[in-house]
């Protein structure tokens, strides 16, 4: 499992950077779960019955709720622990002191050693948004380091391209074979275009032996032209 962050790119507005284009990163929730598929899971895992689940729920709630208002701080088994906090005004003059000074009620929730370990070794997995809110990139991350899965379409495309050079580059060897063996005899000529043909990857093998047999001692360009036309034919199968 990992925790998914998206990077999004925005125009910021304040601060150093206001006016610029920057990637911001957030989390990306999955959705929200209901108390009664948390209970559900739980019944399942420990063993017991649902509605025995939603007692201990209930009751665990109460509890928390209840020493929570009295100012402790309640523990949440394999959580942290949870209290009330505020926010408020200050004042100079102690006869000031009121409870309008108070502008928020909030709760604080402290999380135990083993979440925040826990939190720490999970996998991030982060996508990058252009501003039109087109996927540009995706980054993985275990144990700190940090991995950028490659472009699958790049890569292909620059095999291909690596192919069809090379089947170029074949061909023309090829070509040049089959020249030296017309300037010999019809039979040499033959033989230099069969060894031209394998190195194209067969696709001029053929026209390099029609090369070879109309070819003559006469006509050595003849078999010089052959030998090109294999070179055409292996850029056109690679």
């Known amino acids: 499992m990992a925790i998914k962050i998206k990077a999004i790119e ?39 019955s649902q ?37 408020a005004g200050t004042v100079s003059n102690v006869n000031d002191v009121k409870t309008g000074l108070i502008k928020t009620r909030r709760i604080v ?13 999970t996998a991030i997995q982060i996508t990058c948004y252009d501003r039109n809110g087109d996927i540009v990139r995706r980054v993985t991350s275990t144990s700190g380091d940090v991995v950028t899965e490659p472009d699958t379409d790049s890569t292909t495309d620059s095999e291909d391209s690596g192919n069809v050079g090379t089947s170029q580059g074949g061909s023309q060897d090829s070509g040049n074979s089959t020249s030296q063996g017309g300037s010999g005899s019809s039979e040499s000529g033959s033989g230099s275009s069969t060894t031209g043909g394998s190195t194209s990857n067969g696709g001029s093998s053929d026209s390099g032996s ?9 006509d050595g360009g003849t078999s010089g032209d052959g030998g090109s036309g294999g070179g055409d034919n292996g850029y056109s199968f690679g």
């Open 10 to 48: 925005k125009k910021m507005t304040v601060g150093t950077h206001a006016g610029e284009y920057r990637y911001q990163m957030q989390p990306e929730l999955y959705s929200a779960l209901t108390q009664d598929k948390v209970i559900r899971e739980a019944a399942l895992r420990s063993g017991v």
């Open 51 to 87: 509605g025995v689940m939603q007692a201990c729920w209930d009751a665990a709630g109460e509890v928390i709720k209840a020493w929570a208002t009295e100012g402790h701080s309640v523990a949440l088994p394999g959580l942290g622990t949870m209290r009330f906090g505020l926010s």
């Open 109 to 121: 929730f402290t999380p135990n050693t083993g979440l925040k370990q826990e939190l720490k070794d």
């Open 210 to 218: 029609g090369s070879g047999n109309s070819g003559s001692q006469s």
